[in-house]
C-alpha cells in the first residue's frame, strides 16, 4: 500500500526505515470513484494527498460554467489545494479524481506536524513546492502570447502524459482551448 509513497520519499531524502515507517504510519488509504470531489469550492482544505493509482485535478468553474484545469497530479505525485491547505480560507477551486483512484492522504495537522520533527520530511516538501512553483511558471510564461497550436505543441513537448491520459475535453481546459480545436489541431500534428 506504501510502496509507492516510501520510493517517492527514499529517492528524495536520505531517511532511514524507522523514520521512512513513521511518516507513512500518517497516511492513510482511500479509494475514490471516478469524477469523486475531494474539495468543494468553498470548503477549507484539511488533506494532503499522494497518488498511488489514479489522477487528480484542481480546477474552478467561471461565471459561464466553463471549466479552468490549473493542475493534473498522477501516479506517484502529491496533489492538494495548497493556498486553502496554507492559509486555511476556503479554497475557490476544487479538488476531483478524474478516474477511480487509490490514494494515501494526510491530516493538515499531522503534516505540519512532521515537517517540523523530521527534516527529511521538511526537505520533501520543499522540493514538492518548488517543482511546483518551476512547473506552474514555465506553464505561465510559456503560454503567455502562444496561439492554439503553440499551446498544443508546448503541452506534447513539455507534458505528453497529458494527451495519452486524460480526456480532450480536459486538456482543451487546461489549455485554454475548445475540444473543438485541441482536435483540430491534433489531427494536424
Known amino acids: 500500500m506504501y510502496s509507492i509513497l516510501e520510493k517517492f520519499i527514499k529517492s528524495r531524502a536520505n531517511i532511514d526505515d524507522e523514520k ?32 498511488n493509482k489514479g489522477c487528480i485535478r484542481l480546477f474552478t468553474i467561471d461565471e459561464n460554467g466553463n471549466e479552468n484545469i490549473r493542475y493534473f497530479a498522477f501516479k506517484g505525485n502529491f496533489a492538494t489545494a495548497l493556498p486553502s491547505f496554507i492559509d486555511q480560507k476556503p479554497a475557490e477551486e476544487f479538488l476531483q479524481t478524474i478516474e ?10 499531522d503534516f505540519y506536524y512532521l515537517t517540523s520533527t523530521i527534516p527529511q520530511f ?44 486524460v480526456s480532450n475535453k480536459m486538456v482543451a481546459a487546461y489549455l485554454g482551448i475548445s475540444p473543438s480545436t485541441l482536435s483540430r489541431l491534433k489531427l494536424k500534428l
Open 20 to 51: 521512512l515507517q513513521e511518516i507513512c504510519s500518517y497516511f492513510k488509504l482511500i479509494t475514490t470513484k471516478r469524477n469523486e470531489i475531494l474539495l468543494d469550492y468553498d470548503q477549507i482544505c484539511g488533506q494532503y494527498y499522494f497518488i
Open 100 to 109: 477511480k483512484s487509490e490514494l494515501l492522504y494526510i491530516s493538515r495537522t
Open 122 to 165: 521538511a526537505k520533501i516538501y520543499t522540493e514538492i513546492l518548488e517543482l511546483g512553483f518551476i512547473s506552474a511558471q514555465k506553464r505561465i510564461y510559456g503560454f503567455q502570447g502562444f496561439d492554439a497550436l503553440a499551446k498544443v505543441k508546448w503541452i506534447i513537448k513539455h507534458q505528453p502524459h497529458l494527451l495519452l491520459n
